[in-house]
């Protein structure tokens, strides 16, 4: 069974920086696109960010240019940097695992997410 454990937010002001992690548990993680989305209070699921296998970024336009996804297949981890954050980037972020895509639903596996709240 794949399990994903996000970690890595916090509370931090407009401007400032966070960097998320994701592990994940299980033997096929090189395989896998991991993605990042978020969802914010009163407000559906939205995507953040995405890695491939072969390592190919997507980025959902509000976020590019200040985000930054990678993956370290020898650590089963995958990261968001995170920098000049602004109070609208306040959500709860989940890890998603499976297929390279925008779309939610091509994932298979979730992490239950990390809370990130931007003050101004």
């Known amino acids: 069974q794949v399990q994903l454990v996000e970690s890595g937010g916090g509370l931090v002001q407009a401007g400032g920086s966070l960097t998320l992690s994701c592990v994940v548990s299980?033997?096929?993680?090189?395989?896998?696109?991991m993605g990042w989305f978020r969802q914010a209070p009163g407000k559906e699921r939205e995507f953040v960010s995405s890695?491939?296998?072969?390592?190919?970024?997507l980025y959902t336009d509000s976020v590019k240019g200040r985000f930054t996804i990678s993956r370290d297949n020898a650590k089963q981890t995958v990261y968001l940097q995170m920098n000049s954050l602004q109070p609208h980037d306040t959500a709860v972020y989940y890890c998603?695992?499976?297929?390279?895509?925008?779309?939610?639903?091509?994932?298979?596996?979730w992490g239950l997410g990390t809370q990130v709240t931007v003050s101004s």
């Open positions: 998603a695992a499976g297929g390279w895509s925008r779309n939610a639903n091509a994932y298979d596996f």
């Open positions: 890695i491939s296998s072969g390592e190919i970024e």
């Open positions: 299980g033997r096929r993680f090189s395989a896998y696109a």
